[in-house]
Each structure stands twice: as C-alpha cells, then as structure tokens.
C-alpha cells in the first residue's frame, strides 16, 4: 500500500441529494452496513495527510465522521467545482504546507485505493491539473488540484460564464490517469460507478457480496 501523501487534503464532495432514492443526504445511505460516506471515507484517509467534507447545510448530520465540514463558499448551485473551492480553501487556512486538494465524490465508493499516488505520479508541474478518467471517460469529479488555483477558481466561479468543470480545467495546464476495470468475482465495474437510485445501491451491495477490490 503507497503511503499517505503529506501535501494533499482530502476533499470529500458529500451533499448530493438523494431525490431518485427517497429524499435525505445520498451520501449517508446505507451500504454494506454503514454509510455509504463510511466507505468513502475509509478509501481516501489512508492516501492523503487529512481528510475533509464539503456539505451544505446542517454539518451536524456529519458529525458521526468526526472531520472538519466546509460549506460552499459561493452563491447558488456552483457544481462539483464549488466544492473544489471549499477544499481548497480549507486547505489554505489550516493545512498550510498542503500543495493540492484531491476532491471524490461521496457515493463512489469503489474509486481507486491507488487514486492519489497515480494522480500525483502523473503532476509535471506545481500549477497542474490532474484528472481521473477510465473506459466510461472523464471523472472530473475525482481531481487533484492546486491549492494555489484557489482565488482563479473563485473568480472563475463568481465571474464567469459558465461552472463547467471541464471548462475551468481547461484554462490551466491538465492531464489525466487512465484507471482500470475493477474485477470483482461477480463482475467487472468501472471504479468510479457511482450510486443514483435504489437499483444502483443494489448493484453496489452485490458488488460488495461479491469481494469488490
């Protein structure tokens, strides 16, 4: 197992709504007898220095985690990326020796246990924006970004003409890391399968069942 990376905080984009499964906080579903946040969680901790949520809301429904929640620092619904924003910031006011945010979304809980290590492997420059991507395609959800893009993201966010992630990425220097198929005993899966509706969580159980990696 690669160790922690010490320059990296751990973003996790946990408030998805859950409106195709009933309503509530998607992320605190349950999966495999825990919260589907739990196994997230678990997945990242050990590859980054700390780990942190972005939430809005109420951050006391999170309490249970025990990790710092950071709201979105913009007006409106800013997407994926005013999460990315949250990390980063956070980042910079109390983990200040961090170089990058790795951000994952919070009902993907298959993503790559080697994730930031590749990301990071791939990072040519200090001011590089590494992206995931596998046989389905981009997963710009799952990113290693620069702490010092902080204030051109917030920019980009307040003033620009559009929140599109791709769209931000593609203003700085980027690549992105092919990852694999999963192959559990039952099937192989992408490992950014993310959960949506009740016939995704059940896919994700029999995943489990079946000794996903």
Sequence with gaps: MNAPASNVVGCVLAGGLARRMGGGDKTLKELAGKPMLAHVIARLRPQVRCVMLNANGDPARFSAFGLPVEADLVEGFAGPLAGVLAGLEWARANEPDAEFVVSVAGDTPFFPRDLVSRLLSASQSP???????????????????????????????????????LAFVDRHPNRSVHFNAVRAET???DPFFNINTPEELETAEALYQGKAA
């Excluded at 970004?145 to 599109?164: I, M, Q, Y």
Aim: aromatic share 10%; charged share 30%; net charge negative.
């Design 127 to 165: 001011g590089e924006i590494v992206l995931a991507r596998s046989d389905e395609g981009m997963h710009p959800v799952f990113g290693l970004w620069p702490v010092s893009l902080a204030d051109d993201l917030r920019d980009f966010l307040e003033n620009g003409e559009t929140r599109k992630v």
């Design 187 to 189: 099937a192989a899966f």
